[in-house]
């Protein structure tokens, strides 16, 4: 089983619908996680954090169930801008203490006029 | 947010030579990490290269193949040895803010490699 697991997609959906994205992780001892958002040729940039009670910055909300071990992104009102491949990523941190951030391969969303 | 500069942006290389991706940052760090993309996959950590010290590689990732220098604070070096054609990719270094504790990891805009 893959660490961090998504979706591929991709999601084509209208501007102004709301999608949602899932993902699934592995590892029970994760500690923390993160939407990424990479648009195409670029390098991934952080989207926002996930915490516990999950959170909400403007359109995106972001939540977090550790019993499923279960992490979702949700985007309302789509705008074109918002089309990029969002990666789910969790942080692993190992016995030594150092972390690692495992990647998933990324859900991709096109909005379209 | 730290700002990262990497070089060369992108390169062609003909199998059996090697290439170097430099890494440069705008603040001292105590961690660089090296990741690879293959197309259509995501983000595979390669190594975590600490000053001082000698990389840690990951599993299936070999020093022979992947040498790395970090000479100091800012700076690293990951060469990618004896080319084939399967280690055409995207390689990225990131950074975690020092200090931050956030896991939120920033990136160079990545160096594309294809190898003929």
């Known amino acids: 089983r893959k660490e961090v697991e998504q979706d591929p997609g991709p999601f084509n959906v209208p501007e102004g619908a709301t999608v949602a994205f899932n993902c699934t992780y592995s590892?029970?001892?994760?500690?923390?996680f993160f939407w990424y958002r990479q648009d195409c040729r670029k390098e991934p940039k952080l989207l926002m954090s996930?915490?516990?009670s999950g959170n909400e910055d403007g359109r995106f909300t972001a939540q977090l169930n550790r019993a499923s071990q279960y992490i979702s992104l949700l985007i309302r009102d789509s705008k074109l801008s918002d089309s990029a491949t969002y990666l789910c990523?969790?942080?692993?941190?190992?016995?030594?203490?150092?972390?690692?951030?495992?990647f998933g391969t990324g859900t991709r969303l096109l909005v379209s006029p | 947010s730290a700002v990262i500069s990497q070089k060369p942006s992108r390169d062609i290389c003909q199998r059996g030579t090697s290439l170097t991706i430099q890494c440069q940052v705008d603040?001292?760090?105590?961690?660089m990490f090296w990741y690879r993309q293959q197309p259509g996959q995501s983000l595979t950590l390669i190594a975590t290269?600490?000053?001082?010290?000698?990389?840690?590689?990951e599993s299936g990732f070999v020093i022979d193949k992947f040498p790395i220098s970090r000479p100091n604070l800012t700076f690293s070096t990951l060469t990618v040895s004896n080319l084939s054609p399967e280690d055409s990719s995207i390689y990225l270094c990131?950074?975690?803010?020092?200090?931050?504790?956030?896991?939120?990891?920033?990136f160079g805009e990545g160096s594309r490699l294809t190898v003929l």
């Open positions: 603040s001292q760090v105590t961690m």
């Open positions: 996930v915490y516990s």
């Open positions: 290269a600490n000053q001082g010290s000698e990389a840690t590689y």
């Open positions: 990523v969790v942080n692993m941190r190992r016995v030594t203490g150092f972390q690692k951030l495992v």
């Open positions: 590892n029970s001892a994760s500690q923390s």
């Open positions: 990131s950074v975690e803010e020092q200090g931050a504790g956030t896991g939120e990891l920033f």
